[in-house]
């Protein structure tokens, strides 16, 4: 058996182990694990299908160019959220320990773990790709609140919220 065999095989238990560890970066992990429905729960189904898509990409042995549409939809998700640069790529870099250890646990595959370098080569750059996609991500995200600024649509905006009407209240109080 070779290694991208053996990868192929465990995909099922090694992605879902995957999927568990990046869901755990979110508050509402519970909720993000157990919802499946995609329309009630866009964060967990969108993880679910960029890292099983990924991870089939990265078996393959996919050049970085061909990884880029799911980490570019990881990437749009997490950039928008409360993520430093470091957490928003972290996970993908679990895979590497996670296929070692589904791997170490059969005893038909425990062997092919020294076999596992060139896979894990290929994760390291894709991490690489996904700080690059995330920061054009945050960039873009910036760039859109400064015309925003610039064009003075943010009084609209952020006035028309109840909450910030409420804030600005509060603020006038004091």
């Not at 749009?76 to 895979?95: C, I, Y």
Request: glycine residues 2%; positive net charge.
């Amino acid at each position: 058996m070779k290694i991208a065999e053996a990868l192929h095989n465990h995909r099922h238990t090694i992605v879902d182990k995957w999927v568990a560890y990046t869901l755990k970066t979110y508050q509402a992990t519970e909720f993000l694990q157990k919802e499946q429905d995609r329309f009630a729960n866009p964060i967990g189904s969108t993880v679910r299908s960029s890292l099983k898509q990924l991870f089939s990409l990265l078996v393959q042995g996919s050049e970085a160019t061909g990884v880029n549409e799911p980490l570019a939809t990881l990437m749009h998700l997490r950039a928008v959220q409360d993520f430093t640069p470091s957490q928003a790529v972290a996970p993908l870099n679990a895979v590497k320990h996670i296929s070692r250890e589904v791997l170490g646990a059969d005893k038909q595959t425990k062997a092919l773990i020294n076999d596992l370098y060139d896979f894990e080569f290929a994760v390291d750059l894709a991490v690489l790709a996904a700080f690059d996609l995330y920061m054009q991500c945050r960039e873009k995200v910036y760039r859109i609140r400064i015309d925003e600024v610039k064009s003075g649509a943010h009084i609209l905006t952020d006035n028309a919220c109840p909450s910030k009407a409420l804030k600005n209240i509060q603020e006038i109080k004091k």
